[in-house]
């Protein structure tokens, strides 16, 4: 068996409950557990941040950010950070209050002794993603598939991310346009290096993170612009033709 991942986990200074309950699940499966400072987005005013590009939010959203979408996403640049900071090939970050499915040890395992000897070029593997759509099989691992995500899913509560794929999403994220998990969609489908395990190896639990729950109300809703649903079905049916090309092009 190979070395275990570090797994960075995301969680506010005044939430040490859920990051004691984050600490326990990863080291009863192997994982050692380095608290990650999450970024409060009540702190927050989105025109106040520099990296916030709000015309193009709108453009590519059909609305505005909300503070806690802002701290959600630099607290995930925070991990990844420190991921790339460490040297480590591999690393997982994790949202806090997460949950890892029964029976998911021997998956887990048998992915990352997977990911050590394989050629493939993979960036990231979203480990609890629901029902990921427009993919290609790739592997069978301990009775699990892990498949080619071409159209990237959303939450991004669990996710193994190499060095290479770490530093191709912060290189990306300079520039703040969307959400953590709609700008991991937007890299990763487009880059065609994302993938996902079915069924899934962890659950969000029952809340949201602290840090994205923390938004000041119904997210879809903010600040929308008389252009919502159109910005949001060409958002939608623009991923999933790049998606769709890359799967018919043969899913590698």
Not at 101 to 112: K, M, N, S, Y
Not at 124 to 148: C, D, F, M, Q, Y
Not at 156 to 176: E, F, K, P, R
Request: glycine letters at 10%; one cysteine or more.
């Amino acid at each position: 068996m190979s070395t275990r991942p570090t797994g960075y986990v995301i969680n506010l200074a005044e939430s040490p409950d859920r990051m004691s309950h984050t600490r326990a699940e990863l080291e009863s499966h192997g994982i050692e557990a380095v608290r990650i400072d999450g970024m409060d987005g009540r702190q927050i005013a989105p025109d106040m941040y520099p990296a916030y590009d709000d015309a193009r939010t709108r453009r590519y959203l059909g609305r505005s950010m909300t503070g806690g979408e802002i701290g959600c996403y630099e607290s995930h640049c925070r991990a990844l950070r420190a991921f790339v900071e460490s040297g480590a090939p591999t690393a997982i970050v994790f949202e806090d209050d997460i949950t890892f499915e029964a029976g998911a040890q021997a998956p887990l395992d048998a992915l990352l002794d997977w990911l050590d000897q394989t050629s493939i070029d993979w960036h990231a593997i979203n480990i609890g993603a629901r029902k990921p759509k427009i993919t290609t099989e790739v592997a069978r691992i301990a009775g699990h598939s892990l498949v080619r995500a071409h159209y990237f899913p959303m939450l991004a509560h669990a996710m193994i991310w190499s060095q290479v794929g770490a530093q191709a999403y912060l290189d990306a994220a300079g520039t703040l346009f969307c959400p953590a998990d709609n700008m991991m969609r937007y890299v990763l489908t487009r880059s065609n290096k994302g993938f996902a395990t079915v069924p899934r190896l962890v659950d969000a639990g029952r809340f949201d993170s602290d840090i994205s729950a923390r938004s000041g109300g119904n997210r879809a809703k903010h600040q929308r612009s008389t252009a919502y649903f159109f910005r949001k079905q060409g958002r939608l049916w623009g991923e999933k033709l790049i998606a769709s090309r890359f799967k018919l092009l043969g899913g590698g």
